[in-house]
Nanobody, 116 residues
Framework: QVQLVESGGGLVQPGGSLRLSCAASGFTFRAYRMSWYRQAPGEERELVATISATGPTTDYANSVKGRFTISRDDAKNMVYLQMNNLKPEDTAVYYC?????????WGQGTQVTVSS
C-alpha cells in the first residue's frame, strides 16, 4: 500500500536548522511531483515547497525562499526539506505530499516547533 513517512521534526531555537525526510513506498515515486506542506494551529494547510518529477524543477513559498531547500533521491524513494534560519512562524506540522494526475497521497505529518 502507499506510504509516506515523515521524520526529522522537533524543537529548535530560532536561527537553527532541521532536515525533514519523507520515505515513500507503494507507488512509482520517480513519476510523482513531491511537495512539502505545513499547517499551523488554526491555519489552513499551505504549500511550502515542491519538486517536479523531471528536471527536476523546484518552487517555494515566498516566506521560505532562500531558507528552505527541497530535494529528492529517486534511487531511495526519498524527498527532503532542508530548513535553515528557522523562525517562530515556521512552527507547524509538516506534511509530505505525492501527486500525479489523479493520484494524491499524504503522510501523517511531523511537528516542527521553533522556540527559544
Amino acid at each position: 500500500q502507499v506510504q509516506l513517512v515523515e521524520s526529522g521534526g522537533g524543537l529548535v531555537q530560532p536561527g537553527g536548522s532541521l532536515r525533514l525526510s519523507c520515505a515513500a513506498s507503494g507507488f512509482t515515486f520517480r513519476a510523482y511531483r513531491m511537495s512539502w506542506y505545513r499547517q499551523a494551529p488554526g491555519e489552513e494547510r499551505e504549500l511550502v515547497a515542491t519538486i517536479s518529477a523531471t528536471g527536476p524543477t523546484t518552487d517555494y513559498a515566498n516566506s521560505v525562499k532562500g531558507r528552505f531547500t527541497i530535494s529528492r533521491d529517486d534511487a531511495k524513494n526519498m524527498v527532503y526539506l532542508q530548513m535553515n534560519n528557522l523562525k517562530p512562524e515556521d512552527t507547524a506540522v509538516y506534511y509530505c505530499n505525492a501527486w500525479w494526475i489523479k493520484y494524491n497521497y499524504w503522510g501523517q505529518g511531523t511537528q516542527v516547533t521553533v522556540s527559544s
